[in-house]
Protein backbone atom coordinates (compact mmCIF):
# COMPACT_ATOMS: atom_id res chain seq x y z
CA UNK A 1 0.00 0.00 0.00
CA UNK A 2 1.12 3.38 -0.60
CA UNK A 3 -0.26 6.87 0.02
CA UNK A 4 0.60 9.70 -1.33
CA UNK A 5 -0.25 12.98 -0.10
CA UNK A 6 0.12 15.82 -2.51
CA UNK A 7 0.80 19.95 -1.67
CA UNK A 8 1.68 23.62 -2.99
CA UNK A 9 -1.35 24.16 -4.72
CA UNK A 10 -3.11 27.66 -4.64
CA UNK A 11 -4.66 30.36 -6.31
CA UNK A 12 -2.07 32.72 -8.61
CA UNK A 13 -2.08 34.96 -11.37
CA UNK A 14 -1.40 33.79 -15.26
CA UNK A 15 2.31 33.96 -16.00
CA UNK A 16 2.78 33.25 -12.15
CA UNK A 17 4.62 30.21 -11.07
CA UNK A 18 3.86 27.00 -8.38
CA UNK A 19 5.58 24.09 -7.33
CA UNK A 20 3.58 20.61 -6.30
CA UNK A 21 4.72 18.29 -4.11
CA UNK A 22 3.67 14.75 -3.87
CA UNK A 23 5.19 13.03 -0.91
CA UNK A 24 4.86 8.83 -0.78
CA UNK A 25 4.58 6.70 2.23
CA UNK A 26 7.20 3.60 2.30
CA UNK A 27 10.39 2.24 1.29
CA UNK A 28 9.96 0.99 -2.38
CA UNK A 29 9.47 5.12 -3.86
CA UNK A 30 12.28 3.75 -6.75
CA UNK A 31 10.17 0.57 -7.59
CA UNK A 32 7.25 3.27 -8.87
CA UNK A 33 7.21 5.32 -12.23
CA UNK A 34 5.31 8.90 -11.23
CA UNK A 35 3.12 10.84 -12.89
CA UNK A 36 1.08 14.01 -12.64
CA UNK A 37 -2.79 14.63 -14.00
CA UNK A 38 -5.00 16.79 -13.70
CA UNK A 39 -9.05 17.13 -14.17
CA UNK A 40 -11.17 20.40 -14.55
CA UNK A 41 -14.33 21.42 -13.95
CA UNK A 42 -16.73 19.19 -16.28
CA UNK A 43 -13.76 18.09 -18.07
CA UNK A 44 -12.03 14.17 -18.10
CA UNK A 45 -8.55 13.21 -16.30
CA UNK A 46 -6.37 14.37 -18.16
CA UNK A 47 -2.54 13.36 -18.35
CA UNK A 48 0.12 16.44 -17.41
CA UNK A 49 3.72 14.50 -16.99
CA UNK A 50 5.00 11.28 -16.45
CA UNK A 51 8.96 10.36 -14.92
CA UNK A 52 10.62 7.05 -14.65
CA UNK A 53 11.99 5.60 -11.79
CA UNK A 54 15.30 6.21 -12.06
CA UNK A 55 13.71 10.07 -12.68
CA UNK A 56 16.14 10.07 -15.84
CA UNK A 57 13.27 10.33 -18.26
CA UNK A 58 10.31 12.83 -18.37
CA UNK A 59 7.25 13.07 -20.65
CA UNK A 60 5.13 15.55 -20.84
CA UNK A 61 1.59 16.59 -22.64
CA UNK A 62 2.04 18.60 -25.57
CA UNK A 63 0.19 22.11 -23.32
CA UNK A 64 2.50 21.90 -20.83
CA UNK A 65 5.52 21.50 -22.56
CA UNK A 66 8.05 24.05 -21.88
CA UNK A 67 6.06 25.03 -19.32
CA UNK A 68 6.24 22.52 -16.48
CA UNK A 69 9.10 20.36 -15.29
CA UNK A 70 8.58 16.93 -13.48
CA UNK A 71 11.51 15.55 -10.95
CA UNK A 72 11.88 13.34 -8.39
CA UNK A 73 13.87 12.41 -5.11
CA UNK A 74 13.83 9.05 -4.64
CA UNK A 75 16.04 9.87 -1.41
CA UNK A 76 12.95 11.61 -0.06
CA UNK A 77 10.24 10.27 -1.67
CA UNK A 78 8.81 12.92 -3.20
CA UNK A 79 7.81 14.05 -6.89
CA UNK A 80 7.67 17.59 -8.12
CA UNK A 81 5.82 19.44 -10.85
CA UNK A 82 7.21 22.83 -11.02
CA UNK A 83 4.83 24.74 -13.32
CA UNK A 84 5.63 28.45 -14.65
CA UNK A 85 3.86 30.50 -17.11
CA UNK A 86 0.67 28.99 -15.99
CA UNK A 87 -2.87 30.15 -18.06
CA UNK A 88 -5.95 29.97 -16.74
CA UNK A 89 -6.62 27.08 -18.81
CA UNK A 90 -4.24 25.21 -16.26
CA UNK A 91 -7.11 25.46 -13.75
CA UNK A 92 -7.62 21.87 -12.40
CA UNK A 93 -7.31 19.58 -9.42
CA UNK A 94 -3.59 17.95 -10.02
CA UNK A 95 -3.43 14.65 -8.65
CA UNK A 96 -0.31 12.66 -8.80
CA UNK A 97 -0.08 8.78 -9.00
CA UNK A 98 2.20 5.71 -8.76
CA UNK A 99 2.86 2.57 -11.43
CA UNK A 100 4.76 -0.05 -9.63
CA UNK A 101 7.31 -1.52 -12.50
CA UNK A 102 10.43 -3.52 -13.18
CA UNK A 103 11.87 -0.77 -16.01
CA UNK A 104 14.12 2.02 -14.84
CA UNK A 105 13.32 3.80 -18.13
CA UNK A 106 9.67 3.80 -18.24
CA UNK A 107 7.00 6.28 -17.76
CA UNK A 108 3.28 5.50 -18.70
CA UNK A 109 0.86 8.88 -19.81
CA UNK A 110 -2.38 6.35 -19.59
CA UNK A 111 -4.11 6.78 -16.28
CA UNK A 112 -5.46 2.89 -16.30
CA UNK A 113 -2.19 1.68 -15.49
CA UNK A 114 -1.36 3.56 -12.23
CA UNK A 115 -1.84 2.27 -8.84
CA UNK A 116 -2.18 4.66 -5.82
CA UNK A 117 -3.80 8.22 -6.73
CA UNK A 118 -3.33 10.87 -4.30
CA UNK A 119 -5.87 13.14 -3.13
CA UNK A 120 -5.44 15.84 -5.46
CA UNK A 121 -4.42 19.53 -4.69
CA UNK A 122 -6.42 22.23 -6.99
CA UNK A 123 -4.78 24.98 -8.87
CA UNK A 124 -6.13 27.99 -9.63
CA UNK A 125 -5.04 30.27 -12.38
CA UNK A 126 -6.41 33.91 -12.84
CA UNK A 127 -6.67 36.06 -15.76
Known amino acids: QVQLVESGGGLVQAGGSLRLSCAAS????????MGWFRQAPGKEREFVAA????????YYADSVKGRFTISRDNAKNTVYLQMNSLKPEDTAVYYC????????????????????WGQGTQVTVSS
Open 51 to 58: ISRSGGIT
Open 97 to 116: ATRRTLSRGSYYTDDVGYDY
Open 26 to 33: GRTFSSYA
